[in-house]
């Protein structure tokens, strides 16, 4: 991302933001509600369009003509809060729709993917379930499935445990750290603080509109340099 300025309406979001992601590396995203981590992901795969600015994902520039975007979404995975899974499919359906029209595997193949990635999110014996029946946590780790299948090269997780109660957010931030270990990109907007100390190789602090403070976790988690930075997180001891 290189100067990249969103707005809504007359209200600036994002002003001016440069980051880098390398690959293989695992950014975490924190800050306080209402600073852009969110809008920041959804510039990153198209969702929104920016105002003024570039993005780049593996070489190739974002643009907003429907082949352009396509080409580079297609390089991109993202969870969102909620799970978004089809609740009229069984979860196996839930994983082979998109490999089968979009990358226009073979459904055996398809299937075969689909099984694998659920046995990696610890799910192999749910594939003939539906949403419904899953607890929460079970169906995140089925949507981290789904989006795994179209092999992406960047992952985004947009708060993807706020909506779990607390006793599950363990077992879908386990498959994150799994996928973190083995080299996934990923950027991650999350408030789960022992998630970043953990998994993170680089913590950006937004607030104000921008990048406030950007480190290793210890850098900004532990010794924080900005008087922003500062703030966030004592708010965080607080809690």
């Known amino acids: 991302m290189r100067d990249v300025v969103k707005k809504f309406g007359q209200t600036t979001v994002l002003d001016g933001v440069d980051l ?3 690959a293989g590396e695992v950014v975490v ?3 306080p509600s209402g600073a852009g981590k969110s809008t920041l992901l959804r510039c990153i795969n198209g969702l929104e369009r920016i105002n003024s600015g570039t993005i780049t994902v593996g070489g190739q520039q974002l643009s907003y003509d429907e082949k352009s975007l396509n080409r580079v979404r297609s390089r991109i995975g993202m ?4 799970f978004n899974l089809f609740p009229h499919m069984k979860v196996i359906d839930n994983l ?3 490999q089968t029209d979009v990358l226009g595997r073979s459904k055996q193949e398809a299937r075969d993917r689909a099984l694998e990635l659920l046995e990696r999110v610890g799910l192999a014996d749910k594939a003939r379930a539906y949403p419904d029946n899953l607890s929460g946590g079970q ?3 089925v949507a981290i499935a789904r989006a795994l299948a ?5 992952m985004l997780f947009d708060e993807p445990t706020s909506a779990l109660d607390p006793e599950l957010v363990g077992e879908v931030l386990q498959v994150m750290r799994t996928l973190a270990d083995d080299g996934m990109t990923m950027v991650v907007v999350t408030h789960e603080m022992r998630f970043a100390r953990k998994a993170a190789d680089r913590v950006v602090l937004m607030a104000d509109r921008g990048i406030a403070e950007a480190g290793t976790p210890e850098q900004v988690l ?5 008087e922003r930075g500062r703030a966030f997180l004592a708010e965080l001891s607080e809690d």
């Open 29 to 31: 995203l924190i800050g």
């Open 96 to 98: 082979t729709m998109a």
């Open 222 to 226: 532990e010794h924080p340099t900005s």
């Open 150 to 154: 179209m092999d992406p090269e960047v």
């Open 20 to 22: 880098t992601v390398h």
């Open 139 to 141: 169906q995140q780790r």
């Open 79 to 82: 969870v969102f809060q909620s």
